[in-house]
């Protein structure tokens, strides 16, 4: 009776772990075999492709001071000046007006200063009488220095010698304090820049004094070395860009001209920690972000998103995502769904 009792007992514990075993074997035949790569970040300088326009460092706009009709232009664009050459003009009989009537009221408050105090030596006006008079001369004084100081920016002069880039107003124009009339840059060979827009990881890779590679169309070809002499503080507007300018080193004025289009490959010198990993392991995405599949236990597989810095030589260079994985799946991952049950093969 005893035989029976055990031999029930083990044929019922057999039964029971049947199923688990079954089980087991089913996870087993599932998962999906795949290799993968381990991640390391690499510290690596890519080269920055941008493009944008040939400007100087010393472009200026001039304007009048004061409002008014415009009397002549002299100039046209494209013109070479000289410093002190007068360029424009306002119309000056509004100007010339309100400095003659500072005149005339500087004339009479000279007078009256002069009768007070002649009278307060002689004890007839008072103290204060004199001090007022006093105090309306050099009212009168400091008004007629403004007009006569508005007076001469009534016309403009260039600061230095170069070239009109822009003619923004003519003859018989009405303009306000400090409208834009002419458009000038410095006759400095040595001044060229090209004024490149960057997207904001880029803008932040780059430094002053990295090293550019410059052509324009213009140049037939021709390349010229150049570094970057400025970086802008904020976001262009109209672009959504940032700014940064490079200077042209060694290109023949003949060849350049302000607006002219050209391309710039920049080298930083600061490295950046990135993952390179293969294209193979990418299942879609763009030239800037994309999904892969990872492993963090070697079990199982999960679907992140990364973010792609640069495509080269079948490499694809990786910014930020793969901070928690253990490993990269490279093949296999066709198969694979977020979850999904995983058997590492070399």
Known sequence: MKKLSLLFLMITLLAACTPQKKELATQASDAIPVSVMNLKQENTTENIQASGICTTEDETYLGFKIGGVVQHVFVKEGDAVKAGQLLASLNLT??????????????????????????????????EQYQNAKTGLEIAQQAYNAGSFNQSYAEIR????????????????????????????????????LKVGLSDRDWAATSIGDPAEISMDA???????????????????????????IKINGAPSSKLAAGLFGKAKITPRKQVKTWVIPYDAILDGNATEGYVFITKDGKTAEKVKIQITRIKHGNVFVASGLEEAQALITRGNAYLEAGSAIKIIR
């Open 219 to 245: 140049s037939e070809g021709q390349r010229f070395s150049g570094s970057v002499t400025g970086k802008s503080e904020g976001v262009d507007p109209v672009t959504g860009t940032l700014w940064v300018n």
């Open 94 to 127: 509004e100007i010339n007006a309100q400095v003659q009537q500072a005149q005339i009221m500087l004339e009479k408050a000279q007078r009256d200063h002069a009768r007070a105090k002649n009278l307060y030596r002689d004890s007839v006006a008072t103290l």
């Open 158 to 193: 260039a600061s230095k010698a170069g070239y009109i880039l822009k003619k923004l107003a003519n003859d018989g124009q009405v303009v306000g304090p400090g409208t834009p009339i002419l458009l000038m840059n410095g006759a400095n060979k040595a001044n060229w820049v």
